[in-house]
Structures are given as C-alpha cells and as structure tokens.
C-alpha cells in the first residue's frame, strides 16, 4: 500500500501535504490578480497533479478558494475578493462578466495559456507553453494558416521535446482552438483562422 502513496523529491508523503501549502503559493505571487493553475501548485509542492488538485479542491470545499474551467479541458483558482460596501453587487458582477467573456488582453491571453491542458511538468510544461504561445504568435501574424504551416515554421524552433512533428500538433492544437480569437478549422477542414485585430500584435511573453 505504501508504495503507491505520492511522495515529492523530498520523500514527504503527498497526503500528508496540508491544503494550506496550496493556499500559501497563492499568498507568494507577485501578482496577487493572477489565477493559478493546477500546475502551479503542483511546481510550487513538488507533487502529483492529481495531489494538487485534490489540495486546490479542499480549499474550494471550505470556501477558501474559487476555481472555473478556461477552454476545453483547463481550470484556474483563485482567492476570491469580497465586493466593496461603496460598490453595488450589479455593477461587480457586470464587470467580472465583462472580463470572462471575450477577453483577449495580453494578460487574459497568458492567463488561458498557462491554463491550457498541456502534458508534462516542470522546464518539460513551460517549454509546451512556449511552444502553444508560438504558436499562436504565428496565427497572429498569419491569420489563415494551415496544419502544415505551423509544422514548418513553429515546430521546428519550438519542438517542446516532442520527438515528431505529429506529436507535437496533437498535443498543441487542441490547446491552440481554445486561446482568445483562434477559429479553429470545421471537423474537416484545415485552415486556422485568427478573428482578432491589432490588439495582438505585441509579442505575449
């Protein structure tokens, strides 16, 4: 039974990590309005995904935290702030709304890569969302662009130690169709769209 049980580079057990060493890298960022993902945690613990995401969802069950799906298949949490006695509820709400729908600022941009669902951990992870943040740089400057375009001129200068170019896109482009402005190709087409303007022009990074 022990042999199964989650330990970090340290040898600590995992369960044994307290929901509050989740909480406490919340309280480290630098930028206390950025949300984190599971990822996040799971760098910042030195533990399994599936640890920090049991830890994160013990803080939501208390109320400590907050937590919404970004795209397909990623999650950010975050500590909620309670709304100001001299502001309205209405008037909270209709900008956090404002800010959840259609954001496609650098910094929501960033957000939702750092968010994505992309495999791997630690130099591994940031060198995937390196390579998505590439990726959509290049849908940027090139607004209608196919498969093998991305192949020729991302992958090569972004390989993220993916051994093939195949593999490469399988695990890339599904986090690409969820960034802001990205119009991803009918179920049998093959030309990536880009919808947004020159808002998007400044390198992300």
């Known amino acids: 039974m022990g042999a199964d049980r989650d330990r970090n580079e340290h040898g600590q057990y995992a369960d044994r990590i307290p929901p509050e060493a989740a909480l406490d890298v919340f309280e480290d960022r630098s930028d206390y309005g950025r949300p984190l993902t599971a990822a996040d945690v799971m760098d910042a613990l030195e533990c399994s995904r599936r640890t920090a995401h049991n830890k994160l969802n013990d803080l939501v069950d208390r109320g ?71 990726a959509y740089e290049y849908i940027v400057d090139h607004p209608s662009a ?42 049998r087409g093959h030309i990536w769209n880009f919808l947004g303007d020159d808002r998007f022009t400044p390198t992300l990074g």
Do not use: M
């Open 146 to 187: 196919t498969k093998s375009e991305f192949l020729e001129h991302v992958y090569p200068n972004h390989p993220a130690e993916f051994e093939t170019p195949d593999g490469w896109w399988n695990a890339i482009q599904p986090a690409l169709k969820e960034l802001p402005a990205v119009d991803p190709p009918e179920e």
């Open 64 to 134: 400590t935290l907050e937590t919404r799906k970004v795209g397909a298949r990623g999650r950010v949490w975050w500590v909620p702030i309670e709304t100001p006695p001299e502001r309205g509820r209405s008037e909270v709400a209709s900008a956090a709304e404002e800010r959840a729908e259609g954001d496609e600022s650098p910094a929501a941009i960033e957000t939702a890569i750092r968010a994505a669902d992309l495999p791997g951990s630690g130099p591994t992870l940031e060198a995937r969302r390196d390579a998505l943040r590439a």
